[in-house]
């Protein structure tokens, strides 16, 4: 049963007949998939459209599209499934051997429950020209080493397990990704743990833009204290937060003030390499901080 308005143009026209064949198991018997043979944007406005407009309880009507191969966007956010039918879905997805041959952007909603990640592993390291990937559940990291035209990649997820994108062996695959471009976990609320390792994050990649809500001051203050013949850097970094992450619970009360006290070095270091910022959240510990 579809839940959308009239259709604007043939080409709507189209998409929602075809969409209704699928819902009534039109091409189940035949011996071949014919969307395997169909171009990857109609797949994809095939696919969105059964997500947005269809109310369904079951994946079936997107059996076909998972198989397919054309495939570009594996993106659900309309359809509410249960654990049991996300299984059924990755099942589905993954039986075939070149199914995400084509897929460039993974966006799962909330809803999508993956108890022992081995599915969602398997799918990103099936997904060679990967170049967008959004989740809300925790993948080891270095399943992405061969996704090398990866440009963003955003991990939410609950529980400590950031120190797992900070290991080196992580740092290193992570270093194959040339053209990642945006790079957020949720939550890193350790940065001065880990400054080391975001610091060689900046410096292995050269396009990165965007390291979402994570404090890349004290990345910022290792590279500038350390730099060799007072050459300081530059790096691209459009999107900055400064002076977060949960500092009172990192420090006793006299650490805190010491680091308040200095926070201000913390945000020259920042400034001298960050120039092209145009987003800034910062905590303002003391005016100094803004001079």
Same mark, same amino acid.
């Given at each position: #049963?579809?839940?959308?308005?009239?259709?604007?143009?043939?080409?709507?026209?189209?998409?929602?007949?075809?969409?209704?064949?699928?819902?009534? *198991?039109?091409?189940?018997?035949?011996?071949?998939?014919?969307?395997?043979?169909?171009?990857?944007?109609?797949?994809?406005?095939?696919?969105?459209?059964?997500?947005?407009?269809?109310?369904?309880?079951?994946? !079936?009507?997107? *059996?076909?599209?998972?198989?397919?191969? $054309?495939?570009?966007?594996?993106?659900?956010?309309?359809?509410?499934?249960?654990?049991?039918?996300?299984?059924?879905? #990755?099942?589905?997805?993954?039986?075939?051997? =070149? %199914?995400? !041959?084509?897929?460039?952007?993974?966006?799962?909603?909330?809803?999508?429950?993956? =108890? =022992?990640?081995? %599915?969602?592993?398997?799918?990103?390291?099936?997904?060679?020209?990967?170049?967008?990937?959004?989740?809300?559940?925790?993948?080891?990291?270095?399943?992405?080493?061969?996704?090398?035209?990866?440009?963003?990649?955003?991990?939410?997820?609950?529980?400590?397990?950031?120190?797992?994108?900070?290991?080196?062996?992580?740092?290193?695959?992570?270093?194959?990704?040339?053209?990642?471009?945006?790079?957020?976990?949720?939550?890193? !609320?350790?940065? %001065?743990?880990?400054?080391?390792?975001?610091?060689? #994050?900046?410096?292995?990649?050269?396009?990165?833009?965007?390291?979402?809500?994570?404090?890349?001051?004290?990345?910022?203050?290792?590279?500038?204290?350390?730099? !060799? #013949?007072?050459?300081?850097?530059?790096?691209?970094?459009?999107?900055?937060?400064?002076?977060?992450?949960?500092?009172?619970?990192?420090?006793?009360?006299?650490?805190?003030?010491?680091?308040?006290? $200095?926070? %201000?070095?913390?945000?020259?270091?920042?400034?001298?390499?960050?120039?092209?910022?145009e987003k800034l959240s910062i905590v303002v510990y003391h005016k100094n901080c803004l001079e």
């Amino acid at each position: #049963m579809t839940k959308r308005k009239s259709p604007n143009s043939l080409y709507d026209l189209c998409i929602e007949e075809t969409a209704s064949h699928l819902l009534e *198991k039109y091409w189940n018997r035949e011996n071949t998939n014919p969307f395997s043979q169909v171009k990857c944007n109609i797949v994809n406005d095939l696919f969105q459209f059964l997500d947005l407009n269809v109310e369904t309880e079951t994946p !079936r009507p997107f *059996k076909l599209l998972l198989k397919s191969g $054309q495939l570009q966007n594996f993106e659900l956010d309309g359809t509410d499934f249960t654990k049991r039918q996300w299984r059924s879905v #990755m099942k589905i997805l993954l039986e075939e051997g =070149d %199914s995400c !041959r084509n897929i460039t952007r993974i966006l799962l909603p909330e809803s999508f429950q993956n =108890d =022992d990640n081995d %599915s969602l592993e398997r799918l990103i390291e099936k997904c060679p020209l990967l170049e967008i990937l959004q989740v809300l559940t925790f993948f080891d990291p270095s399943v992405l080493q061969n996704c090398g035209r990866l440009k963003e990649v955003r991990n939410y997820f609950t529980g400590n397990k950031e120190y797992r994108y900070f290991r080196n062996e992580s740092v290193d695959t992570l270093a194959n990704l040339q053209n990642l471009e945006k790079f957020a976990i949720f939550q890193c !609320r350790k940065a %001065s743990s880990y400054n080391k390792h975001i610091a060689k #994050m900046l410096q292995n990649h050269p396009k990165l833009v965007s390291l979402g809500n994570t404090d890349s001051s004290w990345a910022a203050h290792h590279i500038y204290t350390t730099c !060799r #013949m007072n050459i300081v850097p530059r790096f691209g970094l459009k999107e900055c937060f400064w002076g977060f992450n949960s500092y009172a619970n990192e420090f006793n009360p006299r650490k805190q003030i010491a680091y308040t006290q $200095q926070y %201000s070095e913390f945000v020259k270091s920042s400034v001298a390499l960050f120039p092209l910022v145009e987003k800034l959240s910062i905590v303002v510990y003391h005016k100094n901080c803004l001079e």
